[in-house]
């Protein structure tokens, strides 16, 4: 755990930047421009419904227009540094700087530049986001609960299907408020659409297009267009916006197979002369010497390697069709009443076509390799099964005699769409007492299909007697799978087909046998092995809210708010796979034909429960046959992995799957949908809430300050419908649905807050806060069950069996929500309109952590029904310890027009940096003996923006750096293998031109240095995999009027 002296550490390196800013203050405020004011003294009383940080309001119905005509980088900058200055709590922004244009690509780029925020990327453009090490943030729209298409069952926001033209800015809240009443465990993100009495009074029009291009699509134009209308007079106005797009992004994937895993295995006899071994008796390797086989021509048997099941390469293309729109009317009913009404309503369609090629062990997860170069790397482990100690090594160069090698497509599409409604009427007739009434609706959905298909380039003597399968003789009767195929050889010697492995560089190179080689140049020579359409879902959401606000100007210096809140969430998740019904009054027991997911080569119909077949055996599964058969040759092309040694091979262009279901009936005709109980569930969260609020302001010994307190109070009821397992069912399909089990939950929070700021001086803010916060779960973690995993054993050949190799249990509904206690202090120096330092820092304790636990069974059927005690470990969500994060926060937004000491040549530049840092420790250590921090949370991140802006011209250059981060503990089930990322820097830039006043040129280039995303297990040299992205480039014109 990370020591409490280290937050007494960052409060005291507070107090000395006091002094030292205080210092520091005379000498810039001499000729530093005016600054706002206004809150200097007295922090404003707001709209206490929003949720949002409470500001002064930006405009006024008559058209107080400054949120257009301050445009640009630097106009952008002065909001953010007004919106911070103005709030009632520790608050960071980002603003627009024009009408449809956020300072970076997505919402999620933009937030990153923040102190305390991190992203992941999704084929290079920024999706989910975390605050300060966590990902349980609660994401607003204008100050209420925001229902996403793309997180329907997770707390952590994912904004890739949310244009970002739509919005005016964005808001991160990391200290929260009472009247607060939808918050996250660590922040709150509350995104602000724009209003018509926002805008000036009359007619405002926006538009922009442009056109996008990758250097690895290399697609010609990916369009964008967006635009906004809006009329407003002194009582009534009109808005609407929209935001179309359709790009495609490339990412690729090299190394290791993540999903597959990867196991242990030592030298020593037990281990190694096992058939999973580095020597069994029918594919001896190494040198046999004391204690076992020596594999590392070390001299000795004491070592052991991490061995993973498989290495691919693939090629991504992210097609996106996005669309959104954003409606809102504003009414002033009387000088007493004004009606808001708002719709924002996103729509995407996304297709991830995915080409590649996978080279694979035999039998699962066995050691099919020798380490051609290895480093000890100090740590030992303990062999459960002989009880001696072992010295793991890494690994950098694996040979192999070739296993299994295929050529793959893969379709995966995504249908999004959401629609989100608010109605909000506010009283405030100029007296001491104003109120809200505010209504919200929202509904999301979100559909995966998947589609998959196989070649693969040996004979097939592995998976059917003799490589011939069987079939009736309506479908031509039995066929070679592959004659020209490679044979799978695993004896070492002359006949052997050696393929190397080489992770010494920064990318993995392979080698393959010249066999292979020719075969990979030649259609023929593949054969259709696999065809699946598995893991889809239907996810459905439904969000009703309620709440009445009121404030009360008790005195000059005192405002009391209370408010109560009423939300519905109901949210259910169906999981499935496709099954088609074979061999239908064609040999199959079931007049109806037997239900088959996997139809593949590998999957004889012998299954007591339901078989097909005749006088001469079972039936196969897959009807095989040559890619260059006509019912695929037109759909066959080449395709180059960008794997060095791998040449181009052959697969199914993957657009050919768009349509999962009709391409799947094309082949197998009748397919239908078989749940998959273990991951499918309904949750229904209803929560009762109210809250009391002080807002106060005063002087303390001359010393101006103002802040809130105040408590909420929540309860929650928790409606969790799971479906049990009434056992395996063949063919790959998931278990049959069992009776559904209903847990109803019920607890109540009882949250106080507080927030202070003390005016140091004019320009110099120091604030403290305090509060217990209280998240929800993702739902998928009290809804989800067990869901058993399989994978071929071909280790008797001819026969093989699709074993149990582990599972995933993602739900327990007696877990408990997050919760925690947030303390911070920050000191905020503002030096101009435009410029700001911060230093801050915080500490969080976190009352319990939701981790992954492990549990050992041997009682799991094989997919056949047979329970052959093999020992698998199953993945479980557990009630973990509690724990902390502290960090310090650091930044500074300079305008050099506010800094008087400036030289002219450099008054029209300015910089936008922050640092974070943030270490945390989940209390366990890696096999390395390293504490494993909290996973998704980089120790340091810091962002440094450079810009120039005149009257005419602007660019601005942004660098992002993240340290390290935990991706996944227990990598393949094994304790303490620990999956991290490496650090990473991305470097975007931006031009615009204004041609007139209307209208301006502009351009954007993303990810320029062509950074991507290296991974590793535990040590540095144990490389794992890269995820490879592309720079973007944009062009566009905009207009307004």
């Not at 001491?432 to 097939?460: C, E, I």
Request: hydrophobic share 35%; net charge negative.
């Amino acid at each position: 755990m990370i020591q409490p002296g280290f937050l007494n550490r960052g409060v005291l390196l507070t107090a000395t930047s006091i002094v030292a800013l205080g210092a520091a203050h005379s000498a810039f405020a001499q000729e530093a421009a005016p600054v706002i004011t206004g809150a200097a003294t007295r922090l404003a009383v707001a709209d206490t419904t929003s949720g949002a940080p409470q500001t002064a309001p930006s405009s006024t119905p008559n058209g107080g227009g400054d949120e257009i005509v301050i445009t640009g980088i630097r106009g952008s900058q002065e909001r953010s540094v007004a919106l911070k200055r103005d709030a009632t709590s520790v608050v960071d922004s980002i603003s627009a700087q024009d009408i449809g244009k956020l300072p970076d690509v997505t919402i999620s780029d933009s937030l990153q530049r923040i102190p305390g925020v991190q992203i992941l990327r999704s084929a290079g453009e920024g999706s989910t986001i975390n605050i300060r090490g966590l990902p349980q943030v609660t994401t607003l729209l204008n100050g209420e609960t925001y229902l996403g298409a793309q997180s329907i069952t997770t707390t952590q926001p994912n904004f890739d299907d949310i244009p970002s033209q739509l919005f005016a800015g964005a808001d991160v809240i990391k200290s929260t408020t009472a009247s607060l009443l939808n918050s996250g465990i660590t922040g709150t993100v509350n995104l602000r659409t724009r209003r018509p009495f926002d805008l000036k009074e009359g007619f405002t029009f926006a538009a922009a297009a442009e056109g996008s291009y990758g250097d690895k699509t290399k697609h010609k134009f990916d369009p964008n267009f967006n635009g906004l209308i809006s009329w407003h007079n002194d009582r009534f106005g009109v808005m609407v916006s929209a935001a179309y797009s359709d790009v495609r992004l490339f990412n690729s994937h090299n190394g290791i197979q993540e999903g597959y895993g990867a196991a242990l295995h030592n030298e020593g006899t037990l281990d190694a002369t096992s058939n999973g071994g580095f020597s069994p008796s029918f594919r001896p390797r190494g040198t046999p010497v004391a204690g076992g086989v020596d594999v590392n021509d070390n001299g000795t048997a004491t070592d052991a390697f991490i061995v993973p099941q498989g290495f691919t390469g693939w090629n991504k293309i992210n097609e996106r069709q996005r669309l959104g729109i954003n409606g809102s009317f504003q009414w002033m009913v009387n000088d007493a009443l004004t009606l808001t009404g708002d719709g924002f309503f996103t729509k995407q369609d996304e297709h991830d076509r995915i080409a590649g090629f996978q080279m694979q062990n035999v039998n699962w997860q066995a050691a099919e390799f020798v380490p051609g170069q290895s480093r000890d790397t100090g740590a030992t482990y303990v062999d459960p099964n002989d009880h001696k100690t072992y010295n793991i090594n890494t690994t950098q160069v694996y040979n192999y005699d070739l296993g299994n090698f295929d050529s793959y497509s893969q379709n995966d599409r995504y249908q999004s769409q959401s629609q989100n409604y608010n109605l909000e009427l506010k009283f405030d007739n100029g007296g001491p007492f104003k109120a809200t009434l505010r209504g919200v609706y929202g509904k999301a959905h979100q559909y995966y299909d998947q589609s998959y298909l196989q070649f693969s380039m040996s004979n097939g003597l592995q998976w059917q007697p003799g490589g011939i399968g069987h079939y009736p003789a309506s479908l031509g009767g039995d066929r070679a799978f592959n004659p020209n195929g490679f044979t799978v050889n695993t004896i070492a010697g002359l006949n052997s087909l050696p393929a190397t492995v080489d992770f010494t560089g920064s990318k993995p190179s392979i080698s393959l046998p010249s066999q292979l080689v020719s075969e990979l140049g030649d259609v023929n020579d593949y054969a259709l092995k696999t065809m699946s359409s598995e893991g889809n879902y239907r996810r459905n959401g439904d969000l009703k809210v309620i709440r009445a606000d009121g404030s009360y100007e008790a005195s000059p210096d005192l405002t009391l708010s209370f408010g109560a809140r009423y939300s519905d969430r109901s949210v259910s998740d169906y999981e499935f796979d496709r099954a088609a019904p074979l061999y239908a009054g064609n040999g199959a027991s079931d007049p109806n034909g037997c239900l088959v997911k996997w139809k593949a080569f590998d999957v004889p119909m012998s299954d007591k429960s339901c078989s097909a077949g005749d006088a001469s055996g079972y039936f196969t599964a897959g009807l095989t046959r040559p890619a260059s058969d006509p019912t695929l040759a037109s759909n066959v092309k080449l395709f180059n992995p960008g794997v060095a040694g791998v040449p181009s091979m052959y697969v199914l262009d993957p657009k050919t799957m768009d349509n999962a279901l009709a391409f799947q009936n094309g082949f197998y005709p009748g397919n239908v949908e078989v749940m998959n109980p273990g991951a499918s569930y309904s949750v229904g969260v209803k929560q009762i809430s109210g809250y009391f609020q002080m807002d106060f302001h005063g002087d303390l010994f001359g010393l101006p300050f103002s802040g809130n307190g105040g408590v909420k109070v929540i309860n929650t009821k928790l409606d969790i419908t799971q479906y049990g397992s009434a056992g395996p069912q063949p063919y790959g399909m998931a278990n049959a649905v069992g009776a559904a089990i209903e847990t109803k939950r019920d607890f109540t929070d009882i949250l106080p807050a507080f927030n202070v700021a003390f005016d140091l001086q004019q320009n110099l803010k120091l604030r403290f806060a305090f509060s217990r916060t209280m998240t929800l779960l993702d739902l998928n973690q009290w809804g989800g069950g067990l869901t058993p995993g399989y994978a071929i054993d071909t280790s008797i050949p001819g026969t093989p069996v699709f074993r149990v190799t582990g599972g995933n249990q993602s739900g327990n509904p007696l877990l408990d929500p997050w919760r925690a206690t947030n303390v911070e202090t920050s000191l905020e120096y503002y030096i101009g309109r435009g410029s700001l330092l911060s230093l801050g820092a915080f500490h969080i304790n976190v009352e319990s952590f939701i981790q992954s636990g492990n549990t050992v069974r041997n009682d799991l059927p094989d997919n056949d029904g047979v329970v052959r005690n093999r020992t698998v470990s199953i993945t479980i969500p557990v009630q973990g310890e509690g724990g902390t994060l502290q960090g310090i926060e650091a930044g500074a937004k300079l305008s050099f027009l506010d800094l008087g000491f400036m030289p002219n040549f450099l008054r029209n530049f300015g910089v936008d940096t922050n640092f974070t840092y943030s270490p945390s420790d989940t209390g366990q250590k890696d096999l390395a003996g390293n504490k494993v921090p909290f996973q998704d949370n980089s120790e340091i991140q810091t962002n440094v923006a450079v810009f120039y802006q005149d009257s005419r011209f602007q660019a601005r250059v942004a660098w992002n750096y993240r340290s390290k981060r935990a991706v996944q503990s227990d990598f393949g089930g094994i304790s303490g293998l620990e999956l991290y990322q490496a650090p990473t820097n991305y470097v975007d830039a931006s031009v615009s031109y204004d041609v007139t006043p209307n209208v301006t040129l502009y351009a954007q280039g993303s990810n320029l240095t062509g950074e991507y995303e290296k991974y590793y297990l535990t040590w540095t040299d144990e490389k794992a995999y890269n995820n490879i992205f592309e720079r973007r480039y944009t062009a566009g014109v905009r207009v307004k009027f």
